[in-house]
């Protein structure tokens, strides 16, 4: 490999001073003083979130109002720091969405746990959870910290579905029945 | 003897030295805490950031427009903090010298309260001149000796202490405050070689320094003395980037590590207490004291020229002070040997030749 030797050349006269670099030094300050401030003033003024943005973790509903999770608990297990504590329960036969497996009885994710790792989302094959705009999680309790079910559905809403996929499982059966499979 | 004294205890001459002592210590603290704002806000605009703008008290933020804008420039911020190091506990340490301790902040400050004393700040309309003490024409001299005093805070402060970092940052301190006064001396010696008349009285005096500038200012003529003067009353006044004895990066907090509460904020007050000397006796030495441009003649006359010379001096005055606020966010701090190489092989030489040459071309003129 060739070897190339900076030359560390003799400073100047005019360096050896200082003046002219401690005059170029207080231009660059006085310019930095004539440029807006970036500080965001934090409570009263928010960042922007990007859109991708990996906030608390939160449950969503599909465009009908249908809660999408399963209860898999596919979650709970990726979770690293095992965040996440799901209660399986079994959806009524009288209910809309008898046709979906199963829904959470109970579903906590305890926020003074979670890492924000996005590993749930990334493994949810319902599309259920997903990590939201939220950034700002604060408590007075340790109770407090842990997002139950009804919690999780407040705080992540509803977002666009274009699947509906256990509409469309229950549209193919009613389908095939008809056929007399 | 007791009507001597009855009288004496009772002569409005008493009431007028106590209001005069008053008057100083108010001006130098109101000065000195409103530079601290100046150089809080002046680092965070250099930051890119906004600085103390939330401070506020219920009765100035129920004004409207006003009580906003306070607020927002941190006017009120100075008040906040002079409060904080008075209610916090003034602890002493076990392991320190008691007496000398608790000595050095107060010879910290005195110094500077007594030289503020004898600083001109402008002309009232009969020639009189604007001082705290009227009458003295011990001028510059006075000044000097008394300024340099500064440095017995510094190591009293460092030794008493009694551990490491204190007494490293004083041990500095204490070397670069004796390195730069030598320079500091022979280039004001300069000026006052060319504008001091021999058969003058009081020859030193600041006041006939800045009556000869009434055309050119000093700095015209003696450019080098004066960035010579200049770069000593930065090595003088321990800021950037000659703050050897604090140099917290490497000492902690330098000579007053130990230092708390109120006693602290005595060294802080003194710090920039010294600014303002040390800017004072710049402009009034080379910028031409309370005279608004070189070559201009007076504007308007009596009362009106007085309180414009003094809108001067303190134009100046404030400039200096965020000069000295600006070098100190731009530049890095020297190296402890880089400091005393300059003091001793640069600016003494440059000073000491600047002398001679000066010397050497009135001698010629005649």
């Not at chain 1, 579905?161 to 499979?181: I, L, V």
Request: hydrophobic residues 45%; neutral net charge.
């Amino acid at each position: 490999m060739a070897i190339k030797i900076v030359v560390r050349r003799p400073l100047t006269f005019a360096e050896r001073t200082y003046l002219p670099q401690i005059i170029a030094g207080l231009k660059v300050t006085w310019d930095n003083m004539m440029r807006p401030p970036v500080t965001l003033q934090y409570p009263d003024e928010r960042p922007t979130i990007p859109k991708n943005y990996r906030g608390v973790p939160t449950l969503i509903a599909d465009t009908n109002g249908r809660e999408k999770c399963v209860s898999c608990q596919l979650c709970e297990f990726v979770c690293p720091p095992k965040a996440i504590r799901i209660t399986p329960g079994e959806i009524s036969e009288t209910s809309d969405n008898a046709h979906v497996e199963k829904a959470p009885k109970e579903f906590e994710i305890n926020m003074l746990r979670c890492i924000y790792c996005g590993l749930c989302q990334e493994v949810c094959p319902e599309e259920a959870i997903f990590l939201q705009s939220q950034y700002s999680l604060t408590g007075l309790t340790r109770e407090s910290m842990v997002n139950n079910k009804a919690k999780l559905y407040e705080l992540g809403g509803t977002l666009p579905d274009n699947h509906h996929k256990w509409d469309k499982k229950k549209e193919e059966a009613e389908r095939q029945s008809h056929e007399g499979h | 003897m007791e009507k001597i004294l009855t009288d004496l205890v009772l002569s409005p001459l008493w009431y007028f030295a106590v209001a005069r002592g008053l008057l100083v210590i108010v001006i130098l603290m109101s000065i000195s805490a409103y530079t601290v704002l100046l150089e809080r806000k002046a680092s965070a605009w250099i930051q890119g950031r906004i600085g103390p703008n939330r401070t506020n008290h219920p009765l100035i933020s129920w004004i409207p427009f006003v009580g906003t804008f306070l607020a927002k420039g941190g006017f009120i911020q100075p008040a906040a903090d002079g409060l904080k190091f008075l209610f916090k506990e003034d602890a002493l340490p076990g392991h320190v010298r008691k007496v000398y301790y608790v000595l050095a902040p107060i010879i910290a400050l005195a110094p500077a309260i007594v030289t503020m004393v004898m600083l001109p700040f402008g002309q009232l309309p009969g020639g009189q001149i604007i001082t705290l003490c009227p009458g003295a024409d011990v001028g510059v001299l006075f000044m000097f000796a008394i300024s340099s005093l500064g440095v017995y805070s510094i190591a009293l402060a460092g030794w008493s202490a009694n551990s490491k970092f204190p007494f490293l940052g004083a041990v500095r301190g204490a070397a670069q405050l004796i390195s730069y006064e030598l320079a500091m001396g022979l280039s004001v010696l300069t000026v006052f070689l060319a504008t001091a008349s021999p058969n003058e009285n009081n020859a030193l005096s600041l006041v006939s320094m800045v009556n000869a500038q009434t055309g050119a200012w000093n700095i015209l003529f003696h450019p080098v003395a004066a960035l010579v003067f200049l770069i000593c009353i930065f090595a003088e006044t321990n800021r950037h980037p000659f703050d050897m004895p604090e140099s917290e990066t490497d000492l902690v907090g330098g000579f007053h590590t130990e230092y708390g509460a109120f006693k602290f904020g005595i060294f802080f007050v003194a710090e920039y207490s010294h600014m303002i000397i040390g800017s004072s006796l710049f402009i009034l030495m080379f910028l031409g004291g309370w005279h608004i441009l070189p070559w201009m003649p007076t504007i308007g006359s009596g009362i009106i020229a007085t309180l414009l010379g003094l809108g001067a001096f303190f134009f100046k005055l404030c400039f200096f002070l965020f000069f000295f606020v600006w070098v100190r966010w731009t530049i890095p701090r020297f190296r402890y040997d880089q400091v005393m190489r300059i003091g001793w092989r640069v600016l003494l030489p440059i000073a000491v030749l600047n002398l001679l040459a000066y010397f050497i071309w009135y001698a010629l003129r005649g």
